[in-house]
């Protein structure tokens, strides 16, 4: 089966009164690449992600964007009021008395203390981010199987549209290789008569006459040098093959495949355009290497 490497998928859900929601996105790459973007402090979810997607998507280049909104009241830190205290006591123990009025009835100063007692260990404790994070994570892979689900099915509807296009090139392929296949025995006909003409007319200047044997020898010669039936059967088998692969019985990504053939299928041509010496084979060739040119275009995009 043929696909696009093109493709959106999206998918949300609600965690502990938070929003979460996944978003997938793919493009055109010659192997696997992934970039995921998630929220700062679940840096952990990544790996993960990245493994899974990758399990469900062959091919391309690959961004996941996982957001949560709403999510204050989840992962709010607090603060220990006891740890709090325990600091405050302490400070108090260690100023004389007067100091210690002097600075707790000063606004200013009591709004410092409390400020500098906050940074110190354990007054603000984060743990309900911890918990959040725990409930996120399946949820994020739940949210990533049905984005990648919408996206292969918009994969697979882009695939159809390529499918079609590349068969319609194919048609024309098979064209012109027939042409080119009914065309190539003439060809060593008609240069044996333009040789033999030639050639008596030159010889009747003076008189002599061309040796059949001569004339045959050379006619070998270029049919030897000019003979395509093998290019031609080996473009014939690559064409069958290319059908073979458009199959929707094939279950199988077939994009390094047809990109593949398209370049064997190129090769051909090209042999066949250098050993024929006949303007109407040349052009259908040019033809057959136009529709060659537009499969390997649509093959960049194939998963």
Do not use: W
């Amino acid at each position: 089966m043929i696909r696009s490497m093109t493709g959106f998928g999206t998918a949300e859900t609600k965690v502990g009164g938070a929003t979460v929601s996944l978003e997938v996105r793919s493009v055109n790459n010659r192997h696997f690449k992934c970039a995921v973007r998630v929220p700062e402090g679940m840096e952990s979810l990544e790996p993960e992600l990245e493994s899974r997607s990758s399990r469900r998507l062959g091919r391309g280049s690959v961004t996941i964007s996982l957001r949560v909104t709403e999510a204050e009241t989840a992962v709010a830190a607090r603060i220990d009021g006891d740890r709090l205290a325990q600091y405050m006591s302490q400070l108090m123990q260690a100023l004389p008395d007067t100091r210690a009025r002097s600075m707790m009835d000063d606004a200013g100063a009591r709004a410092s203390i409390v400020a500098s007692l906050l940074s110190l260990p354990g007054v603000v404790v984060s743990d309900g981010g911890a918990s959040f994070l725990h409930s996120v994570q399946p949820a994020a892979l739940t949210l990533l199987d049905e984005a990648c689900d919408r996206l292969l099915a918009m994969r697979t509807t882009e695939g159809l549209a390529l499918r079609d296009h590349v068969r319609a090139c194919a048609v024309t392929l098979g064209d012109r290789l027939a042409t080119v296949r009914a065309r190539a025995p003439k060809v060593v006909a008609a240069y044996e008569g333009r040789l033999r003409q030639r050639v008596n007319a030159l010889l009747a200047e003076v008189g002599a006459a061309v040796e059949p044997s001569d004339l045959l020898r050379e006619v070998a010669v270029f049919a030897e040098r000019s003979d395509i039936a093998e290019e031609v059967e080996r473009l014939g088998a690559h064409l069958a093959q290319l059908d073979t692969l458009l199959a929707d019985s094939n279950p199988e990504p077939v994009g390094r495949t047809l990109d593949f053939l398209a370049q064997e299928m190129l090769r051909e041509a090209n042999t066949i355009a250098s050993k024929s010496a006949d303007a109407e084979i040349s052009r259908h060739v040019v033809e057959m290497k136009t529709a060659i040119d537009r499969i390997k275009e649509q093959a960049q995009n194939a998963e």
